[in-house]
């Protein structure tokens, strides 16, 4: 039987055309609002959702290279291709000097997808089917790396305030730890490309349908998305300080909030979906993939990255609260998959946990 995307052309279901044609009309304001005028907070909405809607339709695209590559690969490119927007947001951002926004959103993505999108996961999930099963090697061994890459990252900002004699050379010492760790990526790499044998031999179905687009249409707005999200990250940071100035948004609240949720707040409903359902083992490891590959691959090459272009020098030494809530959130996360298995008042608590972090930083 032949596949629809190749037998009658493109098959697009109504999802689709809500980013395509979201996003279209979104970038348009975007540009219409940056270069016409419109008011800050305007120029900031517009961008944003935008840059929001510019994400999914990166994601979408990559799922739709899926089977052609394989789950693993699909992973892979997910992660890579998926953090486009923030990354290309936090290097505008570096480029007008706004460090403190760049290592608040880093810190801000990691604790919505353990805190905000996982718990919400758990809650769909929990009501809809009661206790659900977290007991998956995959899963287990994403979590190990995603500590382990966390607790790398946030070595130089422990050595920075207890004073060790490393802390006099913190952007080298950044530098080195950004290698290390993009080493460590490197390392990882050939197991995640060969998960998908795994998953086909746990029976777990990684993609629901095939896909609808075929190749040349896939690629083709893959490319544009990723175009157009260079272009919108750069009006974003544009409006960013005169819609901050305007709303009385401290950076470290921007940064933490609206731009860590702004780079991916609809590529994790896929995992809330998962959640609903019942597919909760791979629910659960999509989330935590994201946290990891900010750990691991985002934050590293933005800290290389601003060195190389001559932005403003961005180090992984944060501010105590942001080391502070990001080691309490993965040992939250840590601790949620000892027992195998989730419930929506867990999830209730994550949630309610990053309502109160987010709200410790709205005055700074």
Not at 81 to 93: D, K, R, S, T, Y
């Amino acid at each position: 039987m032949s596949h629809p995307a190749t037998a009658t052309g493109p098959v697009f279901v109504r999802s689709d055309y809500v980013v395509l044609a979201g996003g279209a009309a979104a970038v348009l304001l975007a540009g219409v609002t940056r270069y016409a005028g419109g008011g800050e907070v305007l120029a900031f909405f517009c961008s944003a959702v935008a840059v929001t809607l510019l994400a999914a339709l990166v994601g979408r695209s990559v799922e739709q290279l899926g089977d052609r590559f394989g789950p693993g690969a699909t992973g892979v490119l997910q992660s890579a291709l998926g953090n486009l927007p923030e990354l290309f947001i936090a290097l505008f951002a570096l480029k007008a000097g706004l460090v403190a926004v760049v290592q608040a959103a880093l810190i801000g993505s990691i604790l919505a997808n353990l805190l905000l999108v996982l718990g919400m996961c758990f809650v769909v999930g929990g009501l809809k089917h009661g206790p659900q099963n977290l007991d998956s090697k995959r899963a287990q061994s994403i979590i190990v790396l995603m500590v382990l890459s966390v607790a790398a990252m946030v070595i130089p900002s422990i050595a920075h305030y207890v004073h060790t004699p490393v802390s006099a050379h913190e952007s080298t010492f950044s530098i080195f730890v950004s290698v290390i760790l993009l080493l460590v990526f490197a390392v990882t790499l050939p197991a995640s490309l060969k998960r998908g044998g795994e998953t086909e031999a746990e029976g777990v179905d990684m993609h629901q349908e095939p896909p609808r687009w075929p190749l040349w249409l896939a690629v083709a707005l893959l490319a544009a998305a990723a175009v157009l999200a260079a272009f919108v990250s750069d009006w974003f940071v544009t409006a960013l300080e005169p819609a901050m100035a305007s709303l009385r948004i401290s950076e470290a609240f921007a940064g933490l909030v609206v731009v860590a949720i702004a780079g991916n707040a609809i590529e994790n409903v896929v995992g809330i979906q998962l959640a609903s359902a019942n597919r909760s083992e791979y629910a659960f490891s999509v989330v935590i993939n994201s946290p990891m590959q900010i750990a691991l691959v985002l934050a590293p090459l933005l800290v290389i990255l601003s060195h190389v272009f001559g932005f403003a020098a961005l180090t992984l030494v944060f501010s105590p609260m942001l080391v502070i809530s990001v080691v309490v959130a993965v040992i939250l996360t840590a601790f949620i998959t000892f027992d195998g298995e989730s419930t929506w008042a867990e999830g209730a608590a994550l949630i309610a946990v990053y309502a109160v972090i987010a709200a410790s930083f709205w005055w700074g």
